[in-house]
C-alpha cells in the first residue's frame, strides 16, 4: 500500500506543478485592468482568487506541518486567513505572481519530502481531520477549478485537464 500510496502522491505533485504553472503563466500575462476582472467566485476578482490560491499554499504547508508534529487543531482563524489574503491582494501584479510561485514551491517542496510513512498521518483541515495525503489531492483540486476560473472569467475557453480529473476522482468520491 506505501508504494502504490507513494507513487499516487508523486503523480499528484507532478499535476500540481503543471496546473500551478499554467496559473502563474495566465496570471503573470495579465494588463493591470484584468486583474480586477469578476470571477465566478463573487465578490472576489481575478487578483483577490489569485491571492486566495497563493494564501491557501501558505495555509496547507502550516498545516502539513502541524500534522507532522502531531497538531491536531486549527492554528490560524478564519479571520486571520482573510485579513492575509486581503494583504496578498493589496501586491503589484508581478509581486503577486511571484508570491504565488514561491508559496506553491514551498508547498510541493514539502509534500514530496514527505515518506510513504507520514502519508497517513492526520491533519486538520478547517472542515475536518484529514491524511497528509489529502492535503495533496485536495490543492490540487483547488487550483485545477480554480485555474478554470481563471481562464474562464478571462473570457478563454479552458477545461479541466482530462488526466487531472480522473486523478482526483477517487478522493472526490471517498467517503470514510
Same mark, same amino acid.
Given at each position: 500500500m506505501?508504494?502504490?500510496?507513494?507513487?499516487?502522491h508523486a @503523480?499528484? #505533485?507532478?499535476?500540481?506543478?503543471?496546473?500551478?504553472?499554467?496559473?502563474?503563466?495566465?496570471?503573470?500575462?495579465?494588463?493591470?485592468?484584468?486583474?480586477?476582472?469578476?470571477?465566478?467566485?463573487p465578490?472576489w476578482?481575478?487578483?483577490? #482568487?489569485?491571492a486566495?490560491?497563493? +494564501?491557501?499554499? @501558505?495555509?496547507?504547508?502550516? *498545516?502539513?506541518?502541524?500534522g507532522?508534529?502531531?497538531?491536531? @487543531?486549527?492554528?490560524?482563524? +478564519?479571520?486571520?486567513?482573510?485579513?492575509?489574503q486581503?494583504? &496578498?491582494?493589496?501586491l503589484?501584479?508581478?509581486?503577486?505572481?511571484?508570491?504565488f !510561485?514561491?508559496?506553491?514551491g514551498a508547498y510541493r517542496d514539502l509534500?514530496?519530502?514527505?515518506?510513504?510513512?507520514?502519508? =497517513?498521518k492526520?491533519?486538520?483541515?478547517?472542515?475536518?481531520?484529514?491524511? &497528509?495525503w489529502?492535503?495533496g489531492? !485536495?490543492?490540487l /483540486?483547488e $487550483?485545477?477549478?480554480?485555474?478554470?476560473d481563471?481562464?474562464?472569467?478571462l473570457?478563454q @475557453? !479552458?477545461?479541466?485537464d482530462?488526466?487531472? /480529473?480522473?486523478? #482526483? $476522482?477517487? =478522493?472526490? *468520491?471517498r467517503?470514510?
Open positions: 506505501s508504494q502504490e500510496l507513494s507513487a499516487r @503523480e499528484g #505533485l507532478r499535476h500540481q506543478d503543471t496546473v500551478s504553472a499554467d496559473i502563474a503563466s495566465t496570471a503573470g500575462a495579465l494588463s493591470p485592468e484584468g486583474w480586477g476582472t469578476p470571477t465566478n467566485c465578490p476578482d481575478v487578483k483577490m #482568487l489569485v486566495h490560491m497563493t +494564501r491557501g499554499a @501558505e495555509s496547507f504547508v502550516s *498545516i502539513v506541518n502541524n507532522l508534529q502531531g497538531i491536531t @487543531e486549527i492554528t490560524q482563524s +478564519r479571520e486571520e486567513r482573510e485579513r492575509r486581503r494583504e &496578498l491582494a493589496d503589484s501584479g508581478p509581486e503577486l505572481v511571484a508570491t !510561485q514561491r508559496n506553491q509534500l514530496a519530502g514527505l515518506s510513504p510513512s507520514v502519508l =497517513t492526520p491533519g486538520r483541515h478547517p472542515w475536518s481531520m484529514q491524511p &497528509l489529502w492535503f489531492d !485536495q490543492r /483540486a $487550483l485545477a477549478l480554480h485555474d478554470w481563471l481562464h474562464f472569467s473570457g @475557453e !479552458q477545461e479541466i482530462a488526466m487531472v /480529473a480522473q486523478y #482526483l $476522482l477517487p =478522493t472526490i *468520491i467517503s470514510e
